[in-house]
């Protein structure tokens, strides 16, 4: 019996007896359906804006334990009932989130867990009988069967950010941006409280990959929301003839003077991102041929590293670089009082949080793993492996993780 959504009695249904004014009679009647219609409709359309679920589940395989012994009173039909519930556990997962009912994720935890919610339809005892409580959490324990939830965690998560945010730079809307950065802040929270009694290397293990999972799904969203504010500034004829007239009194000599002791870069590959940048500006491209030329100096500075064992060190590098030198080129524009210095620091926001963004799916790439489990390791490993955007917390952030759920405004005065 594959493990159900709790509660899904209380999905939405649209009612279709009609009144005698042609109206919805249920709905002039209760104001509550006329409610549940509307989220429900809010729903359908919200739906549109995400990608194809078919292909967001991996291919589970056998748990490996070659040469491993099983834990003291489990069964290879343990093992197989556990992989089974596991990956009837992740359909739910991805069943529920492509309905936007994040709440619901709460509930199949608990479930699973066998921490069942009081509100609970019965299902635990099935999940009993096929699996006890007992063997679940000594499998917990045992080395194959972490590594295998937390790789497999990070397919799942890494699939469900591709259904929920598709394109980082398509515009969504405001309400289905806020309800996925709610989904994300409550996620830590939830999985502890699911996962009480639980072995400690467990609860470790799954916090990690949910953790990288909620800190993507704030940057995305994050990132969107800058996009769509940069959309506006990147349209605006005056304000991008502002921004071009404010640039060319940068300083770029100096700038280069200054970064070189830090940065050592090549003088030519500076002055040919200078040119190439103000050429971009120029010509008033979209957003998303912004997006490519930024592309092109990714793969430009990475392609000489392709292959070899020094990639990610050299993506995080250029990723410090980047942002050492647009800081710089901010800080001349603020000691100028550039008029245009709002849409600067706007566009600044936006370009490095996309750098980030492109840096961490070609590390993924270069090593045969998923975004978010790149991102969990280097949360890990944070002390060997420090990323440049860093929240208070010691967690990764965004640039513009604590922006308001409103379109961003500049108080730049535009003039030709």
């Given amino acids: ?237 005056s304000q991008i003839s502002q921004m071009l007239n404010d640039l060319n009194r940068v300083d770029f000599a100096n700038v280069q003077e200054q970064a070189s002791w830090v940065c050592q870069c090549d003088d030519q590959v500076v002055q040919r991102l200078e040119q190439d940048f103000k050429l971009t500006l120029q010509n008033q491209n979209t957003l998303e041929q912004w997006a490519i030329w930024l592309e092109s100096v990714v793969n430009q500075v990475l392609t000489p590293h392709e292959g070899k064992p020094d990639f990610a060190k050299a993506a995080r590098q250029f990723l410090l670089k980047w942002s050492f030198y647009s800081s710089m080129v901010i800080r001349d524009l603020t000691l100028r009082s550039a008029a245009s210095f709002g849409s600067f620091h706007l566009i600044r926001l936006l370009y490095d949080e996309y750098m980030f963004y492109l840096i961490e799916h070609k590390v993924a790439a270069a090593t045969g793993e998923t975004p978010i489990a790149v991102m969990d390791k280097a949360e890990a490993d944070s002390r060997d492996w420090k990323l440049p955007v860093l929240g208070g917390t010691g967690k990764l952030s965004s640039a513009a993780d604590n922006l308001p759920n409103k379109k961003l405004k500049t108080n730049d005065t535009a003039t030709s």
């Fill in 1 to 237: 019996m594959r493990q159900q959504p709790i509660n899904t009695g209380k999905r939405f249904k649209t009612s279709t007896t009609p009144g005698k004014d042609g109206s919805d009679g249920d709905l002039a009647a209760n104001p509550q359906n006329a409610a549940v219609t509307e989220a429900q409709q809010q729903q359908q359309s919200h739906q549109q804006y995400l990608g194809d679920a078919t292909q967001a589940l991996p291919q589970f395989n056998d748990i490996d334990y070659s040469g491993k012994q099983l834990p003291e009173g489990v069964t290879k039909d343990d093992i197989k009932a556990f992989q089974s519930l596991y990956r009837e556990h992740c359909e739910a997962i991805l069943d529920v989130v492509v309905n936007l009912q994040f709440a619901l994720v709460e509930a199949l935890w608990q479930t699973f867990w066998r921490n069942p919610p009081a509100e609970s339809n019965g299902n635990e005892n099935e999940l009993e009988k096929r699996l006890p409580k007992v063997k679940l959490y000594a499998l917990c324990k045992s080395d194959p069967v972490l590594k295998y939830l937390q790789h497999y965690d990070h397919m799942l998560y890494q699939g469900l950010v591709e259904v929920l945010i598709p394109d980082v730079l398509r515009p969504i809307p405001s309400a289905l941006t806020q309800a996925i950065r709610n989904f994300a802040k409550s996620l830590e929270g939830w999985l502890k409280n699911s996962m009480h009694g639980v072995p400690q290397e467990m609860i470790a293990a799954k916090l990690g990959a949910v953790s990288a999972f909620a800190q993507t799904l704030r940057r995305y969203t994050s990132l969107n929301h800058l996009a769509q504010a940069a959309r506006a500034v990147l349209q605006n004829s």
